[in-house]
């Protein structure tokens, strides 16, 4: 029986995951289909339900659900407990659904691909504090990265996500563009800049050290204005690409046991996006 995969959202339109993902199930022999659903926050119960009941094998889960689908899944592994996110839910042979979060090791990966761990014992700035957020944090802290500052528009989110790790602050927007220049590492983890979202920037870039890396997780478009900005005050910079193959990757392998080309896949990417 072909399998079916999915990924769920609130907008979804902008998703590569079923590019990314169709390409590999063609690469690896694997008679199965990945479709985008675009589901409401008051529908996504009954969205579950329903994937449930209609067989889907395992699904992505992006914004908005990756803290609210929790209450809906049997059981979760490690890293989404600790994280309190899932953006992965496999459906073992006897129905459970066991959710997982491969967000913050995809981007430990895309980051060490590009960097290597030039950033370990220099202090992080995340901005933001949601799902993504979290599973980064996470993620960085268990590698070795930090101490950890958390800023987000909202500072009470920004502290409940402090307090779950071991080595972490939280401090206003306007606090943490006063300090930029003290951070190695910048991880810019909100939706302002992407192509369907709202323009412009989280804060102020100005203040950034020139020897930083810069991340972004948003993949489309390729800089958002605050990579550019960054670049051009002399600091390295990473987009959301690598991050997005790798933790789809990460997906994959565990809905099938199979490691996808994750290289080939993030030039194919790029290139796409960039429009060559």
């Not at 592994?77 to 066991?98: C, F, I």
């Not at 950890?148 to 563009?177: C, F, G, M, P, S």
């Not at 300090?179 to 870039?205: C, H, K, R, W």
């Amino acid at each position: 029986m072909k399998k079916w995969y999915a990924v769920i959202g609130d907008p979804i339109a902008q998703s590569m995951s079923p590019g990314l993902h169709g390409a590999w199930f063609e690469e690896n022999a694997i008679d199965a289909t990945y479709i985008p659903l675009h589901i409401q926050a008051e529908k996504l119960e009954q969205a579950v339900e329903s994937l449930k009941t209609l067989g889907c094998s395992g699904w992505n889960v992006t914004v908005p659900h990756k803290n609210a689908i929790i209450p809906f899944l049997d059981r979760l592994d490690s890293s989404a407990e600790q994280m309190g996110a899932v953006n992965t839910v496999h459906v073992s042979p006897d129905g459970t659904l066991v959710g997982s979060n491969t967000d913050g090791l995809g981007f430990v990966q895309s980051l060490e691909e590009a960097y290597g761990e030039q950033c370990k014992g220099r202090k992080v700035l995340l901005i933001g504090a949601g799902g993504a957020a979290r599973g980064i944090a996470f993620a960085l802290e268990h590698m070795g990265y930090g101490p950890i500052v958390i800023t987000n528009r909202t500072v009470e989110k920004a502290q409940q996500l402090a307090t779950n790790l071991k080595d972490a602050t939280a401090q206003t927007l306007a606090e943490a563009e006063e300090t930029l220049a003290d951070y190695g590492l910048i991880v810019q983890t909100t939706s302002v800049g992407m192509n369907f979202a709202q323009e412009g920037m989280p804060l102020n870039p100005e203040n950034i050290a020139a020897d930083a890396v810069v991340a972004d997780i948003i993949y489309n478009p390729l800089e958002t204005e605050f990579l550019a900005q960054a670049r051009k005050n002399g600091a390295k910079t990473l987009n959301g690409v690598g991050m997005f193959v790798h933790q789809g990757a990460l997906a994959f392998q565990t809905w099938t046991d199979i490691r996808p080309d994750t290289e080939k896949t993030i030039e194919k990417i790029t290139a796409i996006v960039g429009g060559k």
